[in-house]
């Protein structure tokens, strides 16, 4: 029996040329999502609309299809502890892995990082998917500026959550030190929002949590209680209350840790 693989069909602007093109280059790199085949221009939405139609905000849009190897489930599938956290490692050296091929991921989140195979071997464990929002990379920075950072705000970092927060400041591009704080709260994630495998913690994002506070629609206010998490406080801390009991010793101190090697980024 053959391995499987999944199917992803889009209907995508000219942009799906450098997502695919993204793709090609890192096919085979270890924890990173792998392609298998491209289908291109299977049908657009132009053809599908009358010959008298028109309109000035119309966009013409192409459905493609990419085939690609099949991985586990979501990370919030995990198992056990120690596959959560080997996930997140192999997930951080397939990000390591996609940078040196010249490629920023740019929207690393729970949902983008899956499970390996059963069995599978340290680099494999985790896997890095959607490079939807990916883009080249000059060395450990993108290109180019983006006119809006895009992700799910709960994972941005403090630097690109600032910049949304205050025009004035001078934009920059977005590097590979923002993901990695991105796989941190990420981290976070995992330990304050569940308490057991198949156990979402119910309060983990009642008004006033840190992680509700970390996704509110007011973009200063995440970027300070982000900023005084990292700073300051961490799972450890006696502010707030601690991750469930579920989460081992060795696990709250990892996330402490990962929190004090981000700090400085977060301060610069």
């Known amino acids: 029996m053959g391995k499987k693989s999944s199917l992803r069909m889009r209907g995508a602007s000219m942009n799906r040329f450098l997502n695919i093109l993204l793709l090609e280059r890192v096919k085979g790199l270890p924890g990173v999502v792998n392609m298998i085949a491209y289908e291109d221009v299977r049908v657009q939405t132009k053809n599908l609309r009358p010959e008298s139609f028109v309109s000035d905000g119309f966009c013409n849009r192409t459905m493609s299809r990419v085939t690609m190897t099949c991985y586990g489930l979501p990370l919030y599938k995990f198992t056990s502890q120690k596959q959560a956290i080997a996930a997140i490692r192999d997930a951080i050296q397939g990000h390591l892995n996609l940078l040196r091929a010249g490629v920023l991921h740019s929207d690393v989140s729970m949902d983008n990082i899956l499970l390996g195979e059963e069995g599978s071997d340290v680099g494999h464990r985790g896997v890095l998917i959607d490079l939807d929002m990916a883009r080249r990379a ?129 301060e610069t």
């Not at 990420?186 to 949590?209: I, T």
């Not at 450890?236 to 101190?253: G, R, T, V, Y």
């Open 138 to 266: 000059n060395g450990p920075a993108a290109e180019k500026l983006e006119q809006f950072y895009g992700g799910t705000r709960l994972y941005l970092s403090v630097c690109l959550l600032d910049q949304i927060s205050w025009s004035a400041v001078p934009r920059i591009p977005r590097d590979y030190l923002d993901d990695i704080e991105s796989f941190f709260y990420v981290l976070c994630h995992l330990l304050y929002g569940y308490e057991g495998v198949n156990s979402p913690a119910p309060d983990a994002f009642r008004p006033g949590s840190n992680m509700a506070r970390w996704e509110q629609e007011d973009t200063e206010a995440a970027t300070n209680r982000k900023y005084m998490f990292v700073m300051c406080e961490g799972p450890k801390s006696f502010h707030w209350d601690p991750p469930p009991l579920f989460w081992a010793s060795p696990c709250i101190e990892l996330c402490d840790k990962f929190r004090k090697y981000i700090l400085p980024m977060t």
